[in-house]
Nanobody, 124 residues
Framework: QVQLVESGGGLVQAGGSLRLSCAAS????????MGWFRQAPGKEREFVAA????????YYADSVKGRFTISRDNVKNTLYLQMNSLKPEDTAVYYC?????????????????WGQGTQVTVSS
């Protein structure tokens, strides 16, 4: 079982940047696709971005394409989300997610483990 711990959230002004990190325990991190989701107050959790096990493929929600970048370091067992040009509508709790898939397409992205989440607040 992989345990996921997010960090890097906070309060930022519109147009600013943040980088989220997700530290994974266990030795199987590098074997699986990973992703980020978010949940705004009163809304359902939604997909943000995904990355293949080796980092060679990525997939983004249309709402963040061109502004967010997902990456991973399989030596450090860490997943990242670089968020630029942040908007107030990006305000949400951001969750790191592990897929049970070790190959194949990133979409639809299936999840078998979640982190506890980190709050991102973008002020206007």
């Amino acid at each position: 079982q992989v345990q996921l711990v997010e960090s890097g959230g906070g309060l930022v002004q519109a147009g600013g940047s943040l980088r989220l990190s997700c530290a994974a325990s266990g030795r199987t991190f590098s074997n699986y696709h990973m992703g980020w989701f978010r949940q705004a107050p009163g809304k359902e959790r939604e997909f943000v971005a995904a990355i293949s096990w080796g980092g060679g493929s990525t997939y983004y929600a249309d709402s963040v394409k061109g502004r967010f970048t997902i990456s991973r370091d399989n030596v450090k067992n860490t997943l990242y989300l670089q968020m630029n040009s942040l908007k107030p509508e990006d305000t949400a709790v951001y969750y790191c997610a592990k897929s049970p898939d070790a190959s194949g397409s990133l979409w639809p992205f299936k999840v078998d483990s979640w982190g506890q989440g980190t709050q991102v607040t973008v002020s206007s």
